[in-house]
Structures are given as structure tokens and as C-alpha cells.
């Protein structure tokens, strides 16, 4: 039996539409609730996910706290505390995008941009993508769907230990890849 709100609706409906049909459609959209979006991913769920690395044999680490090691190997990865919330695959779920640090037991560190899916509340690594050795980050945002990485990478001149030029490195996730867009030249912010 439909409720008193549908009912009103129905006679209005019936006396604009003329027709059962349009009155039946308007009474069971009202009937079927939407499903809730799922829950963000938390910041302990993506520190403890499994993530593609190019480090290791099997080609994926299961960071536990945040942290992955291998002492036989001398691989070590950490996730960074910089991370964005916001939707990349356009589902309407909130995904994340991560920052994995990586040293291999040499003088580099190395920084991957991981894209994390939200599936049904759990996290999925998708796609991942090399940003530098030793390029610190200093911001990651999702803005419409695009990830934005302001970061310090090296300029023509540049040491190893030393990078200094600041930019703005725009990703678009597309066919299950990191695709990069564009870079700026410097690290102006441009949302509100």
C-alpha cells in the first residue's frame, strides 16, 4: 500500500500524465531508497593495503602500518603521510591517492604515486606510477577527478641529493593506468 505522500502524488501525477503508467513509476521510485555511498577509505586501511612495486619479484608488498621490509632483499617501502581523498574513476565513490617511498639499500629513494580504488570499502590499488628519486612532496589533492602532486623534482643543473625546482604534476586515471597530463612550473594553488 503506498503512503500518503505517494498517494498525493499519484493523483497529480494521473491527472497531469493521464496514465496509470506514470503513476506506478513515480510510487516505486519513491519505494526504492539509493544505496549509501561506501565508507571513505581510512588512512589506517590504505597504510595496511597491498600495493604494486617494481622492487620486488612478485610485483606487489602488503604494507603492515605503513611500512613494508625485506631485509634479505633491502627493500624497504613507507607510506608517506601525504595522501588525497576524492573520486578518480568518476563511480561516485571517495578513491585515494598515495605516495609510496621506496629505498632498495642504496642512496636512493624512490616515490611512486599509487591510485587507490574504493571498492565497496576496501582499498585496491589500480594503477602506480614512478615519480622520481628523491623528489620530496609537498602536497597531493584530487580536484575533479584529477590528482595533483606538488613536488620538488631536479632541474637541468641539479645534484641527486639537491632538487630545487618546484612543480605541479597533473594524473588522470584512464584505462587502468597513472596517465600524466601536464606539469607546471610552479605550485600555485588552484582551488579554493
Do not use: K
Amino acid at each position: 500500500m503506498a503512503s500518503a505522500g505517494c498517494r498525493a502524488r499519484n493523483f497529480g501525477l494521473a491527472a497531469v500524465a493521464g496514465g496509470l503508467v506514470a503513476t506506478i513509476s513515480a510510487c516505486a521510485a519513491e519505494d526504492v531508497p539509493m544505496p549509501p555511498p561506501p565508507p571513505e577509505l581510512s588512512a589506517a586501511s590504505l597504510r595496511s593495503a597491498v600495493y604494486a612495486s617494481q622492487h620486488v619479484e612478485e610485483g606487489e608488498i602488503r604494507l603492515v602500518q605503513g611500512a613494508y621490509r625485506d631485509t634479505a632483499r633491502r627493500v624497504s617501502v613507507f607510506f608517506l603521510p601525504e595522501y588525497a581523498v576524492g573520486d578518480i574513476d568518476s563511480d561516485g565513490a571517495p578513491d585515494a591517492a598515495v605516495v609510496l617511498a621506496t629505498t632498495t639499500g642504496g642512496s636512493g629513494t624512490f616515490l611512486d604515486l599509487a591510485l587507490v580504488l574504493n571498492r565497496d570499502g576496501q582499498p585496491v590499488n589500480a594503477a602506480t606510477r614512478f615519480l622520481g628519486d628523491r623528489v620530496p612532496v609537498d602536497r597531493i589533492r584530487i580536484v575533479e577527478g584529477e590528482v595533483q602532486v606538488d613536488l620538488t623534482m631536479h632541474g637541468p643543473a641539479d645534484p641527486m641529493c639537491c632538487p630545487s625546482l618546484e612543480v605541479t604534476r597533473r594524473f588522470r586515471y584512464e584505462s587502468a593506468e597513472v596517465v600524466e597530463i601536464g606539469t607546471r612550473a610552479d605550485s600555485a594553488d588552484d582551488t579554493p
